[in-house]
């Protein structure tokens, strides 16, 4: 750590779901999430954007808030010496190209947070194309990927309306700041289900990353889902994973049969006044399986059953009656369903961007996003939506998973594979 607390002004005290978070947080495990934005020429420069985020830093005023301690807990405590300029920061290397920003971006992910100050950084890495990449590293603690995307609308693309008001903008981080809180707390009934065979990603987490990057089309995906017996997007992204995985497993590791995969889920309802909740389910991802279709139909039957039995909302109510009745009995299931026996890899989901957007007139041309591993938790998978374009972004520990970015690739074949199959 770069530091320890220090008492502060007014303070707002942490959650347990964020001290949580914190807790997670060693030597080996980063506690952040990353965004890289990626933009065409002629890109940005450090002090133009900069700028920008200090303009509209009203939109975000947690990002200019800090870690206290003043009674002896965490909190949040506004930071009296915050500047722009500490987190706006330009990289100091040579221009890369596209397979050395993920390289960069490896680097940069492995760099702890400076507790001291707010728990973000948006570092600023010339491309050798005259581009420019934003690679954006904000807490778990403080956003989690989706909060960092409502965020990224917020402080970074350009607008042409007026900006959002005051009451709006509360109402939207008091929605988020539930959803994120709920987050954590919330784990379903089948999570509990045993890994019957040793997760081939369990093992001692270094301090090393490396990143893999596969991005294929949307609107592709979406539409050979829809023709193969009506499943959603989200059932196509887990399938194709299970495809990349099967690809790696054969030539790097051996035969797996039972891989079981922890999914994020929304329990948002309309008109519903606690917003997003989130929660989890988990599936065995198919990985035996060598036809895209009908890993497509294995994937689509388990969520369909996950999602007629409402087992996230059971399980989200399950935590919180326990926890109601026993905080210590809470936290020894949520412990026991983080084993790497219960499952092998987290993949998350997260949309952005509906449509084209820019930053200070610089089209943004990518857009993909990075989460920590954990400990015996080796890989991590998040998936992504800019306009047309779907990214995968595939985290690791490289001693423990050799070769991600040819994980990564295969993803990309088992897509293609996926739509010609559909026709």
């Keep these: 750590m770069d530091g320890d607390p220090q008492p502060l002004g007014e303070t707002q005290p942490l959650g347990e779901e964020d001290l949580a978070i914190l807790a997670l947080e060693c030597d080996t495990i980063a506690g952040h999430t990353c965004k890289v934005v990626v933009l065409d020429a002629p890109g940005v420069t450090r002090p133009v954007l900069a700028q920008r985020v200090a303009e509209r830093l009203d939109r975000a005023p947690m990002l200019a808030c800090r870690l206290g301690a003043p009674t002896g807990g965490w909190c949040w405590v506004p930071d009296p010496d915050f500047d722009v300029g500490d987190h706006v920061v330009e990289d100091t290397g040579r221009p890369v190209d596209r397979s050395g920003l993920l390289a960069k971006v490896a680097e940069l992910f492995e760099r702890r947070l400076d507790r001291t100050r707010p728990l973000w950084a948006m570092t600023v890495v010339q491309l050798d194309d005259g581009g420019t990449a934003i690679v954006w590293r904000i807490h778990h603690a403080l956003a989690d990927g989706t909060t960092t995307t409502r965020l990224g609308s917020l402080l970074l693309w350009d607008d042409d309306g007026p900006p959002p008001a005051a009451d709006q903008l509360a109402r939207a981080h008091r929605a988020d700041d539930a959803r994120r809180r709920a987050h954590l707390s919330g784990f379903l009934r089948r999570e509990f289900s045993r890994q019957h065979?040793?997760?081939?990603?369990?093992?001692?987490?270094?301090?090393?990353?490396?990143?893999?990057?596969?991005?294929?089309?949307?609107a592709g995906l979406r539409a050979a889902a829809h023709a193969i017996d009506g499943a959603t997007v989200n059932d196509a992204v887990l399938a194709v994973v299970a495809g990349a995985l099967r690809r790696w497993l054969e030539e790097r590791h051996g035969p797996v049969v039972n891989l079981r995969a922890r999914v994020p889920v929304s329990l948002h309802h309309e008109g519903d006044e606690t917003a997003n909740r989130d929660s989890y389910f988990s599936l065995v991802l198919p990985v035996h399986e060598a036809d895209p279709v009908a890993r497509l139909r294995d994937v689509h039957r388990q969520t369909t059953l996950r999602k007629t039995a409402d087992d996230a909302e059971e399980m989200e109510t399950f935590y919180r009656e326990l926890a109601a009745v026993s905080p210590r009995l809470e936290r020894f299931a949520a412990k026991l369903a983080d084993s790497p026996r219960r499952f092998a890899l987290n993949i998350s989901n997260v949309p952005g961007p509906r449509g084209q957007v820019a930053v200070l007139g610089s089209p943004v041309t990518q857009l993909f996003s990075f989460a920590e591993i954990g400990q015996h938790h080796a890989l991590r998978v998040s998936a992504m939506s800019h306009a047309d374009r779907l990214s995968l972004g595939f985290c690791a520990d490289p001693v423990l998973v050799p070769g991600v970015q040819a994980m990564a690739e295969a993803a990309v074949v088992e897509a293609d594979a996926l739509m010609a199959a559909a026709g």
């Design 197 to 218: 065979d040793r997760s081939p990603f369990d093992g001692a987490v270094g301090t090393t990353r490396e990143m893999g990057l596969a991005t294929t089309s949307l």
